[in-house]
Every structure is written in structure tokens, then in C-alpha cells.
């Protein structure tokens, strides 16, 4: 089904081209691109870039008909700069205008956070501020938290710290494990990412905190007798 999520024709009255980094299986991707697919979704999905080769977030990419680009980081050693400057050309050869990190895996560099500035959004496998970088799961468990979730956010200089555009949480139901957890979470990513994405682009997340984007599937307060 080659081509099976590019948009036939589109509503939308602006339509942005964004490009989404990953490192792996791109999940996260595919819930970007079938929203992009709908006509009145304000961004098409014209880019995938990967740093690693293997990524099955490519085979999606191409699945989907859209042109992916791995740009392994291995031959550029401990130059991380050089890697995201070409990286960077990719990225404007196909006339990016923002840029989602979908799963990257590497860190960043001021030169890429640099040039993306508040055009860059990443999203994350917790609540932040709580539990930045990685095993976000494990740590959630072990600090015995009763909510936990996902957030989407501006990326800047320090890892997962930009202003946070919307968040979605889950509870933490006795018995669940890292995996159990990560796959509630990974649920409210994909509807998450889209939501958000769609409402920064339609000038909702222009300001971040009070302008927030929130999904909660936690049930409400129950209704008054
Ligand atoms: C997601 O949990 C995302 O929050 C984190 O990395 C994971 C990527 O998953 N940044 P996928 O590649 O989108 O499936």
C-alpha cells in the first residue's frame, strides 16, 4: 500500500512541511502521518530522517510513500555537529519548516536546537518536569507515582526541559509493570503528538504554560448527585 497515507487534497488553508526525526521504530511517526493524511490536518509529513540504518520507522516511512533519509552518525565519530549540519541540509533541501523528534535518539547539539528554535517539538515518555531522559517507565514504577504519561514540548539547549506544549496522563494501575505501562503511555502518545502538533500549528501553542494542550483519559470527578 505504497502511498497509502499521503493526503489526496487538502482543506487546511495553511499546510506546513515537517520532518520527523526518529532512531527506531516510529510509532510515533505513523500517528503523525495518518493524521497528515486528513485533508484538514495543517502539515504534511514531507520527510523522514533517521540516524540509524536499520530504523523500522524507514520501512514505515516508505510504506507510507514518504521520502526518508538515513543519515547513519557512526562516520562522523565524536563530531556530533558535522552529523546534524548534514542533517540540517537534508532537512532544508526539502524545504522543512518545522521539525518533529519522534523517537531521535541522539543529543542534540546548540547548532541543530539552534537553527530549529522554537520550530522544533519533541515529545516525551512522561509527565515532565518528572522524570526527563530515558527509562522514564522503570522510574515512574520504582518512585511510586499514581499518574504518570507523555508530554510534547519545545525542544531546547537542556534535554526535555523546553516549554511544555500539552500532556496526556494515564494512572498507574497496581500490578502493572514497566511494559504495561509504556504501552498505556505509547496509546496517549499517538493521540497526543497529532493534537498538539495541530494546534501549534494553528497558533494555539504559540503560548506555551497557559496555552497547554491537555488530553486526560483519567475518568472525571464523578457527576453530583
Ligand atoms: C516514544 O516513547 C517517545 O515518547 C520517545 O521515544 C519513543 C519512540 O517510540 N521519545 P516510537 O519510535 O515513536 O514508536
Known amino acids: 500500500m505504497r502511498g497509502a497515507l499521503r493526503p489526496a487534497g487538502r482543506l487546511a488553508e495553511v499546510t506546513r512541511r515537517v520532518g520527523v526525526l526518529i532512531s527506531g521504530r516510529g510509532s510515533n511517526l505513523f500517528a503523525l502521518a495518518k493524521a497528515a493524511a486528513d485533508a484538514d490536518f495543517p502539515a504534511d509529513i ?24 538515513c543519515i547513519d552518525h557512526r562516520p562522523f565519530k565524536r563530531n556530533r555537529e558535522a552529523h546534524e549540519r548534514a542533517m540540517h541540509d537534508v532537512l532544508l ?15 542534540l547539539t546548540p547548532y541543530l536546537v539552534g537553527a530549529w528554535q522554537g520550530r522544533m517539538l519533541n515529545i516525551h515518555p512522561s509527565l515532565l518536569p518528572s522524570f526527563p531522559g530515558l527509562h522514564t517507565h522503570e522510574r515512574a514504577l520504582a518512585a511510586g507515582v499514581r499518574i504518570h504519561g507523555c508530554t510534547v514540548h519545545l525542544v531546547t539547549d ?14 498507574v494501575l497496581h500490578g502493572d509493570t514497566a511494559e504495561t505501562l509504556a504501552a498505556r503511555v ?13 494546534a501549534f500549528l494553528e497558533g494555539a501553542g504559540r503560548a506555551p504554560g497557559a496555552g497547554a494542550h491537555l488530553i486526560n483519559p483519567l475518568p472525571g470527578p464523578p457527576a453530583a448527585p
Open 46 to 69: 514531507v520527510v523522514v530522517l533517521s540516524n540509524e540504518p536499520s530504523a523500522a520507522g524507514l520501512t514505515l516511512a516508505n510504506h507510507a510513500g514518504i521520502p526518508s533519509v
Open 158 to 171: 537542556i534535554m526535555d526541559e523546553g516549554p511544555i506544549l500539552g500532556q496526556a496522563a494515564v494512572p
Open 186 to 198: 505509547l496509546a496517549q502518545e499517538h493521540r497526543l503528538y497529532p493534537a498538539v502538533l495541530k
Open 93 to 107: 533541501s526539502h524545504r522543512v519548516e518545522l521539525l518533529c523528534l519522534a523517537g531521535y535518539m541522539r543529543l
